[in-house]
């Protein structure tokens, strides 16, 4: 990975620090419901405090598609902002460039901190427009970005921007930078990944790319019966993705070609439906009935995982081993989760997880705060695990001559 300038490289006394965060957090009638990225954000912000920066956050919110609407506006982050920065006053700009915005941050004193309105409420943030990222520079006289989960798109506040000033990583970006680092470009091994989740197709790149990585690779969730009946096994009434079983048959040929060894499921939990508290039972994998469903990966299968988790030194974890949402199919998901928790906990396995599912499965099991690092993103997060370079990572990066 390229080398980034942080917050210890740039001189933010007395300046305007331009801070692209991600506040795009689920809010329900007008209601924060998880914190966590405000959280998250919070020590950049007493940090920049600390160092006498007038802090200017700007974030996007929602998907206005270059219009105002006053349904996605930033303003019912104010009072949650202020609380995660210890009730300090949050100023605010009803509109994120211009005389509104330049009012509001010319008005800052050092130590302060400003909250501009929702950045894709105008068509320049998205198409990345050179016109619109000189509008937001005139606001600021540094850049830091502490947007990871925002770091797949090349937007104007995320990509341009960092070209039109000294630019560095905050806190919570060099965290994520870090943990991903560790994790898969330069892992203590040997490293396993567990992939879980429905689909083959919307995680080939990533099964490509990881087992180019990884020692071993476990596979749960629905996309293990995809590549179980690409090699024969029936799975009954699962979701199974049969037109997928060509890109399954090379998926395994590719692992053993790079000595990535696969554990697939073994074992099954099985039912007739998917609904909560239905009769289920265990079945062999080569013995599920043809008018039941897989819907967790089963007994001996998580005792395989967990043994093979004894023997590794570190983990990277995408996606759930069942249909967690519907008890009891989360049984597999919770029982690994809190395994990989007390293997972190005794400091004999580094653990990065990361995407929605798998971080609401990590709640599920109360083990969030246990791994080692649980990354914010979800989407820059699988681009990351497909080894794609990810716009706001590339425009951080110092080239090697300045180094
Ligand atoms: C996210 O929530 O994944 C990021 O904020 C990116 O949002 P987007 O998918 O609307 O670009
Ligand atoms: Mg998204």
Redesign the pocket.
Known sequence: MAKFRTLDDLDVRGKRVLLRA?L?VPVKDGVVTDATRIERLAPTIEALIEKDAKVVVMS?F??PEGRADPALSLRPLIAPLKKAIGGRDVAFAADCIGEEAKRVVMALRPGQVALLENLRFHKGEEANSPDFAQALAELGDVYVDD?F??A??A?ASIAALAGLLPAAAGRLMEAELSALNSALDRPVRPVMALVGGAKVSTKLDLLRFIIGKVDVLAIGGAMANTLLSAEGTEVGRSLCERDMADNARHLLALARERNCRVILPEDAVVAAEIAPGTATRAALIDAVPSDMMILDVGPKTVDRISAALDEVRTLVWNGPLGAFETPPFDQATVAVAKKVAALTRAGSLLSVAGG?DTVAALAVAGVTEELSYVST????FLEWLEGRELPGVAALAVPDSDR
């Not at 993103?377 to 820059?380: E, F, L, M, R, V």
């Open positions: 991600d795009n996007h929602g998907r947007a989960s925002a797949h798109r937007h929605g993103a979800g989407g820059a």
